[in-house]
C-alpha cells in the first residue's frame, strides 16, 4: 500500500502516546508503527507495556516504553521535557491515558473523593502535563501534532459522570483552543470524542453501552483524523447527532431522558 499522506505538514517521525499499555493507546500505537513511526508508549503498568512493546517489535513496530504515573503531574512534565531533549524531537502526541471504566462511573454521591481528585488529576492536569512540554519546541519547528481523547460525554452532562465527565468537557476545550491559538505556526491540535468502545476501560461497565466501535476501527479512525489534521473529531456519527437532538430537548425533558438512561433501579 501506498504511503498515506499527512495534510497540513510532514508526516510525523516520532511519537508519545501516553495510557499506550492496553487499550485505544495501544491500538493508535500499532497503526502509527505500522506507519513507520517511532512510537514511546507510556502508562502505569510497566509489565503491560513490555508485553505490548514486544507485540509491536514483532511486527516490525520501532517503539520504546516509559513507565509513568500521571498523577505525579510535575514529574511527568520533567519525563516528557527530558524525552523531547532526547529523542531529537517528539512531533506527535496523544494525551490518552485517563481514568475510565468502573472508576470513571460513579454519581457524586457514590463517588469517593479521593476518586474524584484522581479523574481530575489524571484526566485533565495529565494532559495538559503531557501537552505542555511540547508546545514551544513544536512552535520554534514550525510543525507538530497534539492531540488528546475527550470524549462525546464531555459535551452531555450526566449523573453517572460528572467527574469524567467534565475532565472531558476540559480536554476538549484545551485542545481546541490550542489549534486556535498554535494552527497559524504550523503546530495542530485534535480534540477527538470518541462513543463507546470496546476496550478493558469498558469491560469494567455493566451497563449496555450502546452503538460500540471495535478497538482497532477507532484507533484507525483516530489516526485518519490526525492525518487530515482535523481540530475535532466525534463518532460513531450516529450516536453524535442523537445525543445532539437530545442536548437541543427543553431541560426538564433532558433531564427526564437523561436520568432514565443513565440512573439504575
Ligand atoms: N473506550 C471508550 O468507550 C472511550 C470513549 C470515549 C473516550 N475514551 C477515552 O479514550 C482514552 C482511552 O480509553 P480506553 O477505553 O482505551 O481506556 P483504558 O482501557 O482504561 O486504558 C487507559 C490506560 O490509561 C492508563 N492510565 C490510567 N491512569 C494512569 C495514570 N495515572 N498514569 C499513567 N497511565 C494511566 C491505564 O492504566 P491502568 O490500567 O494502570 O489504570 C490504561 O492503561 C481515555 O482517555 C478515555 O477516556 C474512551
Redesign the pocket.
Known amino acids: 500500500m501506498p504511503p498515506r499522506r499527512w495534510h497540513h505538514g510532514p508526516k510525523p517521525a516520532r511519537a508519545l502516546i ?2 499506550a ?5 495501544a491500538s493508535v500505537a500499532a497503526v502509527l508503527c505500522g506507519e513507520n513511526v517511532e512510537v514511546w508508549l ?4 510497566g509489565h ?1 507495556l513490555e508485553v505490548t512493546a514486544a507485540e509491536l517489535r514483532r511486527r516490525g513496530g520501532r517503539c520504546h516504553i516509559m513507565a ?4 505525579d503531574v510535575d514529574a511527568c512534565h520533567r519525563r516528557f521535557a527530558a524525552l523531547e531533549q532526547e529523542s531529537g524531537g517528539i512531533d506527535l502526541v496523544l494525551a ?6 468502573r472508576r470513571a462511573s460513579m454519581g457524586p454521591l457514590e463517588c469517593p473523593w479521593p476518586i474524584a481528585r484522581q479523574i481530575m488529576t ?2 485533565v492536569a ?1 494532559v495538559a502535563a503531557t501537552l505542555w512540554p511540547f508546545v514551544e519546541p513544536m512552535t520554534a519547528r514550525g510543525h507538530g501534532r497534539l492531540a488528546a ?5 464531555g459535551d452531555y452532562p450526566n449523573p453517572r459522570t460528572p467527574a469524567y465527565g467534565a475532565s ?1 468537557a476540559a480536554v476538549g476545550y484545551l485542545l481546541q483552543s490550542m489549534d486556535i491559538a498554535l494552527r497559524q505556526r504550523g503546530v495542530l491540535a485534535t480534540a477527538i470524542y ?4 470496546a ?4 469491560a469494567e461497565i455493566e451497563d449496555a453501552l450502546p452503538m460500540m466501535v471495535h478497538q482497532e476501527a477507532a484507533a484507525r479512525r483516530i489516526v485518519a483524523a490526525l492525518r487530515r489534521g482535523r481540530r475535532v473529531v466525534r463518532f460513531p456519527r450516529r450516536l453524535f447527532w442523537m445525543l445532539r437532538m437530545v442536548r437541543t430537548m427543553p431541560t426538564p425533558i433532558y433531564d427526564r431522558v437523561t436520568r432514565s438512561l443513565t440512573i439504575r433501579g
Open positions: 501516553t495510557g499499555a492496553r487499550g485505544l493507546g507510556a502508562d502505569r503498568d503491560q509513568i504515573d500521571l498523577e490518552n491515558a485517563a481514568v475510565t471504566g489524571v484526566n495529565g481523547m475527550s470524549s462525546l460525554s472531558k470518541p462513543g463507546f468502545v476496550t478493558p476501560g469498558t
